[in-house]
């Protein structure tokens, strides 16, 4: 079973009772979105003790940062610290009912073979799932090298390159030759470069001593300009669903637009530096949880990130993961992750090999 992986943790120890308590706290207030009183705890999950026994576990657990009391009298409400030991400590490990990863599996089986089609379905089902924001980046090869490249004429002296990277990372470009070049001209400049770069690394590409006429020297340039292009970027393309999810609820009703988390989400520089900062360095197959931005990103203070990496360690992976209010149901959050990345992966593999 892959780990969860909780940016910050306090160590802190409760006693059964009060991790029972946090932890009803928690689902009751993921489920109502409202603040949870003494009683409720005692008449709708039959705790066998007093009132005045859970308002002093309640207390003692407002003082160890847990929960807090929005205002006087109210019930209470997990805080940020609270829910990264929910997480951490008392979240069930669960594996999504047989039904459901059937149905989802089906989802992926019966639909067109390939990335482009298996992406956006990721994000839908994701999102689904959820009930969040789904975040599913294109895979991206952790080690850029040359496969394959393909030039078709266009119109003029305008030409379509097709470089396939090793992992199947494809990057197009129009170029503009400085003459008109005929198909035949074209197709053997290609078989030449495929020839002579199969495999190869952007590196030694670069180290490469050709001899190249003009024509060939443009298409050389433009080569290596779409592998450093490639080499800079962190994640692939993004697929995104969900949005309305997270805009019907509560806590983002409230958010000013300043901070608003959907500016993460609409600049991608940003985007990359989360995934930069929590998944690179981390195998595939570990979740990551991020609770209330963890005092990095402050458009993420209200909210929760769950994400991991899928694909193939240390080839090609990408990223996926769902954005939602900090108040989410965390056991399915993360196993609805976890199972669609492990899906992936394997679509992966399997078109890898063949």
Not at 32 to 45: F, G
Not at 53 to 67: D, H, K, W
Not at 115 to 143: G, I
Not at 209 to 236: C, F, K, N, R, Y
Request: net charge negative; charged share 20%; hydrophobic share 40%.
């Amino acid at each position: 079973m892959a780990r969860v992986l909780i940016m910050k943790d306090k160590m802190i120890k409760l006693t059964p009772r009060q991790k029972i308590i946090l932890s009803l706290i928690v689902h009751e207030h993921t489920r109502t979105a409202q603040p949870v009183a003494s009683r409720t705890l005692i008449e709708d999950y039959g705790l066998q003790v007093s009132s005045a026994t859970v308002r002093n576990e309640m207390n003692a657990l407002t003082e160890l940062g847990l929960i807090r009391q929005p205002h006087t009298s109210a019930g209470r409400v997990p805080t940020e610290e609270g829910y990264r030991f929910f997480v951490s400590n008392l979240v069930q490990q669960t594996v999504l009912p047989t039904a459901t990863r059937n149905t989802i599996a089906h989802q992926f089986y019966q639909s067109r073979r390939g990335l482009d089609h298996w992406l956006p379905l990721a994000a839908s089902v994701l999102a689904n799932q959820s009930q969040a924001v789904s975040l599913v980046t294109a895979p991206h090869s952790d080690k850029i090298a040359f496969k394959h490249i393909e030039l078709i004429s266009t119109r003029g002296s305008q030409v379509l390159m097709v470089l396939v990277l090793v992992g199947g990372e494809i990057r197009q470009q129009i170029l503009a030759l400085s003459e008109v070049t005929s198909q035949e001209a074209l197709s053997r400049i290609a078989n030449q470069f495929n020839q002579d770069f199969g495999n190869m690394s952007l590196q030694q590409i670069e180290a490469l001593e050709l001899s190249l006429d003009p024509l060939e020297q443009q298409i050389h340039a433009a080569i290596l300009d779409q592998m450093h292009l490639t080499d800079e970027l962190v994640t692939g393309e993004l697929f995104m669903d969900g949005l309305s999810n997270v805009l019907s609820t509560p806590e983002f009703a409230v958010i000013d637009q300043e901070r608003s988390p959907l500016r993460l989400l609409e600049e991608r520089p940003m985007l990359d530096d989360l995934f930069s900062r929590t998944l690179l360095t981390e195998d595939i197959g570990g979740v990551q949880v991020l609770i209330g931005g963890e005092g990095t990103w402050q458009e993420l203070r209200d909210c929760s990130v769950i994400l991991t990496r899928y694909g193939i360690q240390d080839q090609l992976s990408g990223m996926l993961g769902i954005l939602g209010p900090m108040r989410m149901p965390y056991g399915h959050a993360i196993s609805s992750v976890r199972f669609v990345a492990d899906l992936l992966s394997d679509l992966v593999t399997d078109t890898l090999i063949e």
